[in-house]
């Protein structure tokens, strides 16, 4: 069965981190681009962070550049999100999930992505 799982998420305050993961099962997930995304309620989903597959290439949004970080280890079959200074607008469910055409990130078009995950929520509050 091909999923992702994601993990790591919690509650934490403001300024602190926190590493996330999403975890491939039933497919090798370093034949693919891999896109962390983010939600609150009410929010349309918004592109956080993607990781290119031929060159580790990576991409932030405006919002998190400087205090995320993408990074994979195929051997695990896993991706990372590490999350440092963290602010209580990073609050929200995160879900990777697979770019469906392309080695390389290309954008966060939602709909260009298969195979989301549950998510894991992150709460940023003092």
């Known amino acids: 069965q091909v999923q992702l799982v994601e993990s790591g998420g919690g509650l934490v305050q403001p300024g602190e981190s926190l590493r996330l993961s999403c975890v491939a099962s039933g497919f090798s997930l370093g034949y693919f681009a891999i896109g962390w995304f983010r939600q609150t309620p009410g929010k349309e989903r918004e592109g956080v962070s993607c990781i290119s597959t031929r060159d580790g290439s990576a991409d932030y949004a405006d919002s998190v550049k400087g205090r995320f970080t993408i990074s994979r280890d195929n051997a695990k079959n896993t991706v990372y999100l590490q999350m440092n200074s963290l602010k209580p607008e990073d609050t929200a469910v995160y879900s990777c999930?697979?770019?469906?055409?392309?080695?390389?990130?290309?954008?966060?078009?939602?709909?260009?992505?298969?195979?989301w995950g549950q998510g894991t929520q992150v709460t940023v509050s003092s």
């Open positions: 999930a697979v770019l469906r055409s392309g080695y390389y990130c290309s954008g966060y078009v939602p709909s260009d992505y298969d195979y």
